[in-house]
């Protein structure tokens, strides 16, 4: 019975590790920017890991065409792929620190 207790303090130091390294990586990735383009390059788009949009830059030639729907679908477009950039990289980020495992919550 020793060993099992042992072993599941053994089990409950890593857990706590690995909670804190998640943790940390959490707030670091909550600083960096990730950009999004669409367009070619007409609007791109920052976010942070926070999922909050840092910046929007829209090409003036985009601006002068006058079509507003092809100018609110280029924004969507690059905010959405910001957004999809700061996920990937949160989540491989976070499977090296869980070696894979998903966990609910981070």
């Not at 507003?68 to 949160?90: F, G, H, P, R, Y």
């Amino acid at each position: 019975m020793k060993g099992m207790a042992g072993g599941m303090a053994g089990l409950m130091k890593q857990a706590n590790q690995m909670q804190m390294k998640m943790k940390k990586l959490q707030e670091e990735l909550a600083t960096r920017e990730f950009a999004g383009t669409s367009g070619g390059g007409a609007v791109t788009a920052k976010v942070n890991g926070d999922n909050k949009v840092l910046s929007l830059v829209i090409n003036p030639e985009v601006v002068k065409s006058d079509d507003i729907e092809m100018l609110q679908d280029l924004v969507t477009s690059a905010v959405n792929d910001a957004l999809k950039v700061a996920k990937e990289t949160s989540s491989q980020e976070m499977s090296k620190i869980t070696g894979g495992i998903n966990l609910p919550g981070f």
